[in-house]
């Protein structure tokens, strides 16, 4: 493609060099080392807003494994069921069934495309539910502090997959926050992702199951010595020192990083607005740090054709989430609350534009004039 979907944009060489060199020079691959330590510290400093809670940052190997041991770290029986809306990456009910669990799909907003509390406080009036997967889908934030406040009156734990959403996503008080670290996300570390909570004895639940279960602090007199207890299976979602390396680099360059994305955010919906009028846009804050850029087009056909006429341009675009998880064959089973119409709809009309943290200006314009282009035609 001329102009590609996305470009990773990580460290460079040089800039690895001090915390590779700080790796050779400690023999500390994987396992909790200074590295990962320093990038859990970092993550969790920036997380802590001004009058809102401390957080516990536990690194993990990517976003899916991280949901997959928030879910198990909540101690929920097998077979509980996680409300989740339908417009999402795969990875968010996948997570849930790999933690033993049943996504309960449903449907999002409208305008911001998001699950929303009440949306929520519908569902669970006519489902079961026992956890809520919101997602900030697209990069969009969920509204934190409502969360919080749904958590509070419900009962109910809620973990938001915030795998595309660092830098734009607040954490909550009693919400978990995950995040991913992958090469296309706005903090990138080509693999990795962050398990947010302000409740440390949780975050520690989620640091033993990101290590096998093993919980050392349980160790006494009689297996001490040994690699420690397992009072529940966990598996290995252990971040290495190599990913911290790059996640630390991300870090120490990420005012400048996330600016150019700022920036990029705010002249695409400049030009958009101009140019494409028929195109619209998620309703989010113009201000934020994104790393996917989805224009909702007027009908399917539309959405189907500007994927074909722009790759024939050498533009690169893509249709998330098309279709929604509960037409894919292996979720085509699970339980739904209330209608999925606005997931089926935006499903079918959302195509994603080229955007990411390198594209130039003029390569930008191309992308406007194109869409302008097939719209008008
Ligand atoms: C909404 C959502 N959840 C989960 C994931 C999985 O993240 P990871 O690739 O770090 O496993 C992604 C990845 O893009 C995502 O978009």
Redesign the pocket.
Known sequence: MKIPLLVPDLPAAEDLLPYLRRIDASRWYTNFGPLVRELEAGIAARACAVGRPAQHAVSVS??????EVALLALGLPPGSRVLMPAL??V??AT?ALRAGHVPVFCDVDPETWLLTPEIAARAIAQERVDSVMP???YGCPCDAPAWDAFARASGLPVVI????AYGNQACGARTVT?F???A??SLAAA???MVLSADAEYAARVRHLSNFGIDLSAVDAQTAGSTGLVSREGTNAKLSEYHAAIGLAALARWDASSQRRIALHRDYLAGLGRRCPQARTQQRDAAGVYSIFPVRLPDSHKAADAFRVLGQQGIGTRRWYCPPLNQHPAFASLPVAGGLDVCATLGEQLIALPFHALLSADDMHAVIDALAGFLDA
């Open positions: 990517n976003a899916s494994l991280g949901l999402t990456f990875a968010t997570a997602v900030s889908t997959d915030a795998a595309g995950v991913s670290l992958h296309t996300k693999e990795g992702g």
